[in-house]
């Protein structure tokens, strides 16, 4: 998934794209703010990050030339934060708006729900690892043709885990991912949900997948 | 004003014209003029006298009464000058004329400062808005590197928003302006989406929330109550204590619903409890922390005022603390 970010404050643009690129998306930025409207539309890109305050045109003029050629999804970056500002970059067709200082989960999260409404027949994701591998769409893992299905909570986490294998995860990272979709679990729940999962995997025959590090969190 | 007190206020008039008329009689008897001819004078002099008085009182009689009434029976005293016209004597229309031109005197006075008020405003605005920017630059580099002491700076850089964030309410809750909208919102969401916002904070203060299973309406502005639950939310997450949790709750009584945020930190004291809300104000728990400012729930209870909102709070100390923030079901009281 290409993501184009339309930012002019440098340093926010570089910072987004490599947060961005760590979480995997392929990142493009447009610099040249004259023709800004034109590049965005040449690049091609999956979703549009736009920031308001942009040198030249302001965002709002900027999504709504761009939604005259395109129906790219596009999430508004601002800090301006009212139901008006909001209002006004919905009705100029933008997906969704995020208020500046994002907090990344939510970001993240956001980014993930408008490419998923958009995209929907691309999005049936199979992610794997050391032969293991996981339908993101059926919430089935699959080892040496054996099946087992997970509950939401454990899709979450492995989802995780997996996007980020060979990372090692925190338990508070894995919490706040689980969170973001109105899980409030806490750390006991959060044990127990591991464990399962573990217990689920070498039911398949699946052991030390998913490794414990004491006192830093988990990876696989 | 009453007729004796008129006369208590013409004294001086009323016994030089007695006194004249007294001269006239006395003047009249030494030249040697007939009796009734001296009556005659007399009663004629203080006929005179009073019908003068008596016109002239019945004259400013209205003006005054309805001045004096005005007085005491407006809300807006400021607006007196629009209630009396100019009687017709001299005294009456240089006093209405001295009221109106003070009254604009002051509105010009007002609007001065209310611009200045405005403008400081707009750049508060305008300025935290410059801010987000370096903030939410700082955030994604603390996201992007690793480290304890980015952590740390992370951290930092957390509390410097919510104080930005508190200096734009601030401002925005003293504004005449009306820059809220009112929508239709789920309650449940608004709840939802703020506990998502902090998160980070909760999770890392090992506080546990539960959302309880309702699905409210609500009509309000879904930015002022997201602040709004954000302060009691890091209220909690601030004076906690062990096996901290939040619980959010809500109930419909009559034609209102109530949002109840509960807590088991360490509470209010009851002489402290009924005193949060006002601006500044720490109490002991303040003293104890050394973190309050004494603003959150001030702002939180004028911002809540200005959504037509009530919001309570009741605490044992040691125990819970709970706060109610009650919507007025329908849209009724968008009027106001």
């Known amino acids: 998934m290409r993501i184009a970010i339309i930012e002019d404050d440098e340093k926010m643009r570089h910072e987004l794209s490599v947060f961005l690129q760590k979480y995997g998306y392929e990142v493009c930025t447009l610099e040249n703010f004259e023709i800004v409207i034109e590049e965005a539309l040449n690049k091609n890109p999956d979703l549009i990050l736009l920031d308001i305050n942009l040198p030249l045109f302001d965002g709002y003029y900027v999504c709504r030339e761009i939604r005259k050629h395109s129906s790219v999804p596009i999430i508004i970056l601002t800090s301006r934060n009212t139901e008006m500002d909001e209002l006004m970059g919905m009705n100029l067709g933008a997906d969704d708006f995020v208020s500046k200082p994002y907090n990344m989960q939510i970001l993240l999260a956001r980014i993930e729900s408008v490419l998923k409404r958009t995209y929907k027949a691309d999005f049936a994701q199979k992610l794997s690892h050391n032969g293991v591998s996981f339908d993101l769409s059926k919430g089935i893992v699959e080892f040496s043709g054996k099946y087992i299905e997970l509950t939401k909570n454990e899709m979450k986490i492995l989802h995780l885990l997996m996007k980020n294998s060979g990372k090692i995860i925190s338990r508070d990272e894995i919490m706040n991912a689980l969170w973001q979709s109105d899980e409030f679990i806490d750390d006991n729940t959060l044990t127990v949900n591991i464990n399962r999962l573990r217990k689920k995997l070498e039911g398949i025959g699946v052991y030390d997948f998913l490794i414990t590090k004491r006192g830093q969190g988990y990876m696989v | ?336």
């Open chain 2, 1 to 336: 004003m009453s007729f004796v007190e008129y006369l208590k206020e013409k004294a001086l008039y009323f016994f030089i014209g007695i006194l004249c008329a007294v001269f006239v009689v006395i003047l009249l008897i030494f030249t040697g003029s007939n009796l009734y001819a001296v009556a005659y004078s007399f009663t004629l002099i203080f006929i005179g006298i009073a019908v003068c008085v008596s016109v002239d009182y019945l004259k400013r009689k209205d003006f005054y009464k309805n001045l004096l009434f005005c007085m005491r029976a407006m809300d807006k005293l400021y607006l007196l000058s629009e209630m009396v016209s100019p009687p017709g004597f001299y005294e009456g229309n240089v006093l209405c004329e001295a009221l109106k031109l003070s009254n604009k005197a002051m509105n010009d006075q007002i609007a001065f400062y209310k611009n200045s008020m405005e403008e400081y405003r707009e750049y508060i605005e305008s300025w935290v808005h410059e801010i987000k920017t370096p903030i939410a630059s700082g955030m994604l580099i603390v996201e992007n590197n690793q480290g304890n002491a980015i952590k740390s700076i992370g951290e930092e850089l957390e509390k410097i928003d919510a104080f930005v964030e508190q200096a734009l309410f601030y401002s925005r809750s003293s504004s005449v302006e009306k820059d809220y909208i009112i929508k239709e919102q789920s309650l449940r969401g608004l709840v939802l989406s703020a506990v998502r916002r902090n998160s980070k904070a909760l999770i890392q203060n090992k506080v546990f929330v539960e959302v309880e299973d309702f699905d409210f309406t609500v009509h309000t502005d879904s930015k002022w109550i997201d602040f709004i639950l954000n302060q009691i939310i890091s209220n909690s997450i601030k004076y906690k204590s062990e096996n901290s949790k939040i619980k959010f709750s809500a109930q419909k009584s009559g034609t209102n619903i109530s949002l109840f945020i509960e807590d088991n930190g360490i509470g209010i004291s009851q002489k402290d409890v009924g005193r949060v809300f006002e601006k500044g104000f720490t109490g002991e728990n303040g003293r104890k922390f050394k973190k309050s400012t004494g603003i959150g729930l001030y702002l939180c209870k004028k911002l809540c005022d200005k959504l037509g909102l009530s919001i309570s709070i009741s605490s044992e100390e040691n125990k819970w603390t709970q706060v109610e923030i009650v919507f007025p079901k329908g849209g009724t009281h968008l009027l106001s």
